[in-house]
């Protein structure tokens, strides 16, 4: 007899649930049970479970026939929690709860179809501009698994059309500042009234670390003799929204970064002034481990901040300042260095990326300037 059990699923809409006993597993002689999930009344819990204990009785009852792609899901995201970072399990469950089980999650994975996982990607695709792509993997990865699991006989996610961009299809152009611009924004910031807040922004903008990296720094990490900064720990976003410090993703992540004086010298200046205002908080930053850019608590900034006070400089500035994201500092960190002649070698070992594929695709934004000396350098070479 089927055990059925009412609860509230992720979204508090009530749903009904059975578990019921199908023989005897001929491995260990343990009676053998399963279970299914996400009925929306309890009449409908009812008749499933009667047709399951009609072929467990008949025999003809197949072992996981019926499982829920969202059950397998859970399985495949079980091994896969193992092999990645906190901050990585953090955005793909999102990712997941938001876009791909509300697409698949309610539906018996044997019974998922091409159409259906075509029809999924078609959605999304018109949903967003690029994440579309890592929600099909993410997706297919799950299907793998059910694959390998014997859930199902074929992948109807390997024959999906990817969807691709009008050529016409423009991406945000505001990849980065010029340095005009860079420049520009750092009058808006009083280097003496607002010294945090410069500093923390002269690191960015000046050694294309990222948002995380930067929040991480400690004042130990900082070799004022040899004028260097390491990288070697980054913030991130943590199970429950906790704010967590972990290892950069690579070996390549972990870099000493040369400093110039300037910023050097902006570093000092805030390091003493901190040492002032914290004390009269009750904070001795003179301790091992003390953040560079802290909380009023003397703990971790959160990862909003730095953003925060970014669009409360610029957002009312659109005349000035293109809109740009604090990742965007490191693009225009990148492109500078490309336009100061830098290799793409030094760029990629300055950024901490693991390969250089990654640093052109993504970072190598060809400024206007970049395009005059292109063309300059053509009609030097022809008049010569």
């Known amino acids: 007899m089927a055990s059925i059990k009412k609860y509230t699923d992720r979204h508090g809409d009530t749903r009904y649930s059975f578990q019921l006993y199908v ?17 929306k009344t309890k009449k409908e819990a009812t008749l499933a479970a009667s047709r399951l204990e009609l072929e467990a009785s008949t025999g003809s009852l197949q072992q996981d026939n019926n499982i829920l792609f969202e059950t397998v899901y859970h399985e495949w995201y079980a091994e896969y929690v193992n092999t990645v970072r906190e901050s990585t399990t953090v955005r793909v469950t999102k990712m997941f709860d938001n876009h791909i ?18 029809r999924a990607v078609n959605g999304w695709f018109k949903e967003v501009k690029v994440n579309y792509k890592r929600w099909y993997n993410f997706a297919n990865m799950v299907f793998k698994y059910a694959l390998k699991q014997g859930y199902i006989i074929s992948n109807p996610a390997t024959l999906v059309t990817m969807p691709k961009r009008r050529d016409n299809w ?6 980065f500042w010029t340095k005009q611009q860079l420049i520009h924004f750092f009058s808006y910031i009083d280097p003496v009234e607002d010294a945090e807040k410069y500093t923390l922004f002269r690191v960015l903008a ?18 004022f003799k040899q004028a260097t900064l390491s990288v070697n720990k980054s913030i ?35 390091r003493h002034a901190q040492q002032r205002l914290y004390l009269m908080m009750g904070y ?3 301790a091992p481990g003390q953040l560079i850019f802290a909380n009023t608590k003397n703990g971790m900034k959160s990862l909003n901040t730095p953003g925060k006070w970014l669009h409360a400089i610029i957002d009312d500035k659109p005349d000035e300042f293109p809109r740009i994201t604090i990742h965007k500092l490191r693009h225009t960190h990148a492109t500078l260095l490309f336009e100061a002649g830098a290799s793409i070698k030094e760029v990629q070992d300055r950024l901490g990326d693991a390969d250089v594929d990654t640093v052109m695709n993504v970072y190598a934004h060809v ?13 030097r070479f022809m008049e010569s």
């Not at 597993?25 to 299914?36: A, E, F, L, W």
């Not at 423009?170 to 990849?175: I, L």
């Not at 000046?206 to 004042?219: D, K, S, V």
């Open 170 to 175: 423009q991406r945000d152009p505001n990849k």
């Open 367 to 379: 400024s206007n300037e970049q395009r005059r000396n292109t063309t300059d350098k053509l009609t």
């Open 284 to 286: 001795n930053t003179m």
């Open 23 to 39: 023989g005897t597993n001929p491995q260990t002689g343990k009676p053998k049970k399963t279970s299914r999930r996400g009925f």
């Open 101 to 118: 089980l509300p697409a698949f999650g309610n539906k018996r994975i044997r019974t998922i179809t091409l159409a259906d996982v075509q």
């Open 206 to 223: 000046y050694t294309g670390i990222r948002r995380g990296e930067c929040l991480a720094l400690t004042w130990q990490d900082i070799n």
């Open 236 to 270: 991130a976003q943590g199970t429950g929204g906790k704010q967590i410090i972990q290892p950069p993703k690579t070996n390549t992540g972990k870099r000493i970064i040369p400093l110039d004086d300037i910023t050097l010298g902006h570093l000092k200046h805030w």
